[in-house]
């Protein structure tokens, strides 16, 4: 069945620190790709999103590009900030029968000054 | 954007008694609304899809007895949570899909957290 498989938690970085957070997927069809975050006690926020192959999202300095062929949506940010403390979830949405976004597991995020 | 916002953020009940949480598409109107439910440093696991004026689908697993999913108009979708149990404590959200034609976006609530004590 449709699935997403993200890196396990926690991630712990300095402030500055590159990060990837590596996210595949298995789906029938041709989905659409997200990345939300959630801030602690809070809902889910857009973080950025593709919707084709080779689409590349891009928001607040994170980036993250659509690969078919290696059915991957790792996430990358070249300088984090303690304000990116978070959990980042890796999703998929499929675009026909009830367009169900399927999460993967949440990755945590903790960014020490 | 488009807001969706949920209501109550947080409430906590007795067991045995029912809890209704509210979810609105505040700009727009939503077809399709989907309710989830997190539990501690989990994912997001899909309870039901309903679509608007129809019953809803819920996903293997989910007590349709239990949660009652209520799709009464284009903007407002309700998830009663009947003879609450601890076990039951959890954060619910929901998410809500524009009718537009080919839209496939979706938007989050801020979510609720349950607490049944």
């Known amino acids: 069945g449709d699935s997403v498989t993200q890196m396990e938690g926690p991630v712990t970085l300095s402030e500055e620190a590159c990060l990837t957070i590596n996210c595949t997927y298995t789906a029938t069809g041709y989905p659409s790709l997200f990345w939300y975050v959630q801030y602690p006690g809070e809902g889910l926020q857009l973080l950025l999103k593709a919707t084709k192959a080779d689409d590349k999202g891009s928001n607040k300095g994170f980036e993250a590009t659509y690969r078919k062929e290696t059915t991957s949506f790792h996430l990358e940010k070249g300088s984090v900030q303690v304000s990116d403390s978070a959990v980042y979830f890796c999703?998929?949405?499929?675009?026909?029968?009830?367009?169900?976004?399927?999460f993967g597991a949440g990755t945590r995020l903790f960014v020490k000054a | 954007g488009a807001v969706v916002s949920q209501h109550p953020s947080w409430v906590i009940c007795k067991s045995g008694t029912s809890v209704k949480i509210e979810c609105r598409s505040l700009?727009?109107?939503?077809?399709?609304m989907f309710w989830y439910r997190q539990f501690p440093k989990q994912s997001l696991m899909l309870m039901a899809t309903s679509n608007e004026g129809s019953k809803a689908t819920y996903e293997q697993g989910v007590e349709k007895d239990k949660f009652l999913i209520n799709h009464a108009s284009l903007t407002l979708s309700t998830l009663t949570v009947t003879s609450a149990h601890p076990e039951d404590s959890s954060f619910y959200i929901c998410?809500?899909?524009?009718?537009?034609?080919?839209?496939?976006?979706?938007?989050f609530g801020q979510g609720t957290r349950l607490t049944v004590v």
């Open positions: 998410s809500a899909r524009p009718g537009v034609a080919g839209s496939t976006e979706a938007f």
């Open positions: 700009d727009f109107q939503a077809t399709t």
């Open positions: 999703a998929l949405r499929l675009n026909t029968g009830g367009f169900k976004t399927i």
